[in-house]
């Protein structure tokens, strides 16, 4: 039978083979305008009422992947490949399920275990820091086994929470976490939470074990929202939240305020960022199309290597605000009802629709 030479490959198994594979070839089947949209890196764009006849284009010696949004035109496509004799799998899930695949990658940071927890799809990047038998989180996302597994593989008791900011792409999990663990929630007061935590103020510092601390370099590095926050390792790591990404920096109009955003964004960067040193390591909270993602390799750069590659960190303030204004693009996804979500003042309802789709906190 046909159907004999249909099997199926699960995202978690897929993830690694994105390194470079060369065996895998997979076969995104939605319309070109859905893939242009959001896409995983290496696919090959085919549209189901293609296929038939450029059947002719696909190679036979590879392990061939079909791909669409939940599962049902990859199974079409993966029937129309085995009637002739192509053997092939359909991705479990699809894109739906791209959305929720993570992995992660661990380092030491003087003295901290830094674990970068990466939801692939997304394009969304969380941490533990470690140390001794504590842990702190930043930005996690609802899927709280994540961050509570890696802590108990290390014994780590997760003992703070930390948002860098009232995120629009992506449904945050610190308030669940915070909860279910007894961890205490810091955030910052300027953006508009609507739910008990503690208020951030500047220089406060978390100390992990003697001598290696979490610190907030700046309650406020405004920008991206108003409240964004950054928080530094020692003279190690800062993570950046989106105020500063490794392709770009943080849009400032999502507030709708994006000429006095970008202002505020431009100080943040010039007056908080930038003045650091340039081998300590920036973690961003996202990552975009153009940033390559290896299963054993931080998405994180020496700070020295950004400043030197990123055109807009060489801008003056107006021009650097003129290019913001110019460059911002579509915006997030159902990001005010997302808002709302995160600030506490309206119910979670379906996340997985909610979080369809790529993130677009960045400039392009």
Not at 80 to 87: E, N, Q, S, V, Y
Not at 219 to 234: A, I
Not at 328 to 344: F, H, K, M, S
Not at 348 to 364: H, K, M, Q, T
Request: proline share 6%; with cysteine; aromatic share 8%.
């Amino acid at each position: 039978m046909a159907t004999d030479l249909i099997s199926f490959i699960s995202t978690t198994e897929l993830t690694p083979r994105l390194d470079g594979d060369p065996s895998l070839y997979m076969i995104d089947v939605r319309d070109p305008d859905e893939v242009a949209e959001w896409q995983i890196p290496g696919v090959h764009n085919i549209p189901l009422s293609r296929l038939p006849s450029l059947v002719h284009e696909i190679p036979r010696d590879k392990d061939l992947v079909m791909i669409c949004a939940k599962g049902a035109r990859a199974q079409q496509g993966a029937e129309i490949l085995a009637k002739i004799g192509i053997a092939n799998r359909v991705l479990e899930g699809g894109m739906a399920a791209w959305a929720r695949t993570y992995d992660h990658v661990e380092g030491d940071f003087g003295g901290a275990i830094v674990v970068q927890i990466r939801r692939r799809g997304k394009g969304c990047l969380s941490y533990l820091i470690g140390a001794g038998e504590s842990a702190v989180v930043i930005d996690p996302s609802l899927d709280l086994d994540q961050y509570l597994n890696v802590a108990r593989e290390h014994g780590w008791k997760i003992t703070h929470v930390l948002d860098t900011h009232l995120h629009a792409d992506h449904l945050s999990g610190a308030r669940d976490l915070a909860k279910t663990t007894g961890a205490a929630l810091w955030l910052n007061p300027a953006d508009p939470f609507d739910f008990d935590f503690e208020p951030l103020s500047d220089g406060r510092t978390i100390e992990l074990v003697p001598g290696v601390k979490i610190t907030v370099s700046s309650v406020s590095v405004p920008g991206h929202t108003e409240g964004s926050t950054m928080y530094q390792l020692g003279e190690f790591a800062i993570f950046t939240g989106d105020t500063l990404f490794l392709e770009s920096v943080g849009r400032p109009d999502l507030a709708d305020e994006a000429e006095s955003f970008a202002h505020n964004l431009y100080w943040s960067l010039h007056e908080r960022v930038l003045p650091l040193g340039d081998e300590i390591m920036v973690f961003p909270a996202h990552y975009g199309a153009g940033v390559s993602v290896r299963s054993n390799e931080f998405v994180a750069k020496p700070l020295g290597a950004l400043r030197h590659v990123l055109p807009a960190l060489a801008l003056d303030e107006q021009d650097f605000v003129d290019w913001a204004m110019a460059h911002v693009t579509d915006r997030p996804p159902n990001y005010q009802t997302i808002v709302l979500v995160n600030a506490g003042r309206a119910p979670v309802g379906d996340s997985a629709e909610l979080e369809l789709g790529p993130n677009r906190c960045a400039i392009a």
